[in-house]
């Protein structure tokens, strides 16, 4: 008898877990606010295949700028179905001379998938220890999330790469722009960077700061 009520608590408990179980996906409805959370769900009736494809990562990016390098994300706003799925990807094109400079991404680690070219990348622990390797097509390299890290064009032609992060909103702070690159008063990066006046006020320049 005792047997009898455990099989009878477990079918029940199962029986429980098949009707409360999570929905499929949560497409993001773009028409709402992108929120810490995401989007909020579309309506699964509005939903269509087209929510889970996108064609966004087969051109190359626009390199004719100042770092010679283009990042063409496909997060949550270009592609809805990753919405809720804890990944995304993005394409990097690099020109000859091409870099990504020092920058982190908070909210996700990121896998990098060499597909042209040759790529010098690397990123610096918590304790700085530096970890730079060469990459050849179809080389991968992985930046554990929040650490600095780097891509330069190790050759004479244009790079391409694949990134892919573990969240749909990896976010982005390149470590050059937010010195160099906004309103930060120029003693305080001298003070903080060891740099002198005339070496900020000239990165300031370049990229665009005042202060």
Do not use: W
Request: aromatic content about 8%; proline content about 5%; glycine content about 10%.
């Amino acid at each position: 008898m005792k047997m009898f009520h455990i099989l009878l608590i477990v079918c029940s408990l199962f029986t429980l877990s098949v009707h409360a179980a999570v929905q499929d996906f949560c497409v993001a409805d773009l028409k709402g606010p992108d929120t810490p959370s995401g989007y909020t769900c579309k309506p699964v009736a509005i939903v269509t295949v087209d929510d889970f494809v996108s064609t966004i990562l087969r051109g190359a990016g626009n390199t004719s700028n100042i770092i010679k390098a283009a990042v063409t994300p496909a997060f949550s706003s270009q592609l809805p179905g990753l919405n809720g799925l804890g990944l995304s990807i993005a394409r990097l094109d690099l020109a000859a001379g091409g870099v990504v400079p020092f920058h982190t991404h908070p909210s996700g680690s990121e896998l990098l998938l060499v597909t042209q070219g040759f790529i010098t990348a690397g990123f610096v622990s918590s304790a700085n220890t530096v970890y730079v390797k060469t990459l050849k097509k179809g080389d991968i390299m992985v930046f554990p999330q929040g650490l600095l890290h780097f891509q330069v064009n190790a050759g004479g032609i244009t790079a391409v790469a694949f990134a892919s992060f573990s969240s749909p909103t990896p976010g982005l702070q390149i470590l050059d722009f937010a010195l160099f690159a906004n309103d930060l008063p120029s003693k305080l990066v001298e003070a903080t960077t060891f740099l002198d006046d005339a070496t900020v006020k000239k990165l300031k320049a370049v990229l665009g700061g005042t202060g």
